[in-house]
């Protein structure tokens, strides 16, 4: 595996959790909306999709059953299980991206239902990308609260 690879996970993974310091187990259950995501299933969500992008690349394949998906992320009421869902994706793709040889990162993911034929590794990417939008959705989540999310890069 590429050691960039790697530690753009472990970026990724390092931002997100700074982020969502911020938040307390009671704000677990917040949404400024009803229909929306919780700050529990945020998190829930981008756990469930860091997997998502693993399967459909490595695994069995682009799970598009998005109906699912959302109600799984919406299930979750904890902040400590979703953030340790969090930690569970995180490992696996890790893991995943780092028992591939660079012959299997390059080659075209196997079915091109969803990012096309671009190699595996672009799935790391589309993980960057998914988490820090969600990333940016939990800061206004924050200043909803009254609170101060922290610079995550810092």
């Given at each position: 595996?590429?050691?960039?690879?790697?530690?753009?996970?472990?970026?990724?993974?390092?931002?997100?959790?700074?982020?969502?310091?911020?938040?307390?187990?009671?704000?677990?259950?917040?949404?400024?909306?009803?229909?929306?995501?919780?700050v529990a299933g945020h998190v829930a969500h981008v756990a469930i999709t860091v997997d998502w992008f693993i399967a459909g690349?490595?695994?069995?394949?682009?799970?598009?059953?998005?109906?699912?998906?959302?109600?799984?992320?919406?299930?979750?009421?904890?902040?400590?299980?979703?953030?340790?869902?969090?930690?569970?994706?995180?490992?696996?793709?890790?893991?995943?991206?780092?028992?591939?040889?660079?012959?299997?990162?390059?080659?075209?993911?196997?079915?091109?239902?969803?990012?096309?034929?671009?190699?595996?590794?672009?799935?790391?990417?589309?993980?960057?990308?998914?988490?820090?939008?969600?990333?940016?959705?939990?800061?206004?989540?924050?200043?909803?609260?009254?609170?101060?999310?922290?610079?995550?890069y810092a």
């Open positions: 595996m590429s050691n960039a690879l790697g530690r753009e996970l472990e970026s990724t993974r390092r931002f997100f959790l700074t982020t969502l310091s911020v938040f307390t187990p009671g704000d677990a259950a917040f949404a400024p909306q009803p229909d929306m995501y919780s690349a490595f695994g069995s394949g682009w799970d598009q059953d998005y109906d699912t998906h959302i109600a799984q992320a919406k299930a979750v009421q904890s902040l400590d299980d979703a953030t340790a869902m969090l930690g569970k994706a995180f490992d696996h793709a890790f893991a995943t991206v780092s028992a591939a040889t660079e012959e299997e990162l390059d080659a075209p993911i196997p079915n091109d239902t969803v990012m096309y034929g671009a190699p595996r590794r672009a799935v790391v990417g589309g993980i960057v990308d998914h988490t820090a939008h969600h990333r940016g959705a939990l800061t206004v989540y924050a200043r909803l609260l009254g609170k101060v999310a922290p610079m995550p």
